[in-house]
């Protein structure tokens, strides 16, 4: 069964340095997402991303976050300078054209120190 | 904006059980979507069930099913034959008809005793 997969599964780094969070979406899907989960906090909507472009994104979304889709199968969450509280768990999304559901990565646990 | 609301914050339910997890919702919208995730201590997110909101019938996935009531904007989660491997947090999750970002509820823990 086709599937979400994000890399790394656990990413540790100091505060201040920009991180690179993968993901490669379901191949056939065209809506790409990323939502955001703070230890025991409820999944916070960060972006969406189609045709090559924002969709939408939360007013978590600052300057300092960017996505990419840089070939035809990973999308990308940069990090340009992370403070202590962008410790999460990140989680990709993906969802067909017209499909109604979205279909969730096993999420990438960043810790920032 | 749409907001949900899980007002249960821990569940607990004997294995072989039946147990309803609630969640209530407040829009403006008539065309939308509704939707049960599961986040086992794996943290992935586990779609459990859909309901769309023009339908009349409440959805049903084996021993997960719905009480869908729209004029309430009630969403219920019931699983019957409750077994260990259903304990997790429970997400209830809100989605425009013309959008497409989830909106979730703050979640409830249910753990399963044996």
């Known amino acids: 069964e086709p599937e979400v997969t994000q890399t790394p599964s656990h990413q540790v780094t100091q505060m201040g340095q920009e991180v690179i969070l993968r993901c490669v979406p379901i191949s056939n899907h065209l809506y790409f997402y990323w939502y955001r989960q703070i230890l025991g906090q409820k999944v916070e909507f960060l972006v969406s991303f189609y045709n090559n472009e924002i969709s939408e994104k939360s007013e978590i979304f600052d300057d300092q976050f960017s996505v990419e889709r840089p070939d035809g199968s990973n999308f990308t969450l940069k990090i340009r300078s992370t403070k202590l509280e962008d410790s999460a768990m990140y989680f990709c999304?993906?969802?067909?054209?017209?499909?109604?559901?979205?279909?969730f990565g096993q999420g990438t646990r960043l810790t920032v120190v | 904006a749409q907001t949900v609301t899980q007002s249960q914050p821990e569940m607990s339910v004997q294995e072989a059980e039946t147990v309803t997890l609630s969640c209530t919702y407040d829009t403006s919208e008539s065309d939308y979507y509704l939707f049960w995730y599961k986040q086992p201590p794996s943290r992935q997110m586990i779609l459990v069930i859909r309901q769309e909101a023009y339908k009349q019938q409440n959805a049903t996935e084996n021993r997960f099913s719905v009480n869908f009531q729209k004029a309430a904007k009630s969403f219920s989660l019931k699983i019957s034959d409750s077994q260990l491997g259903d304990a997790a947090m429970y997400f209830c999750?809100?989605?425009?008809?013309?959008?497409?970002?989830?909106?979730f509820g703050a979640g409830t823990i249910l753990r399963v005793k044996s």
């Open positions: 999750a809100y989605r425009s008809g013309g959008g497409n970002k989830l909106v």
């Open positions: 999304a993906s969802s067909p054209l017209g499909g109604t559901e979205a279909f």
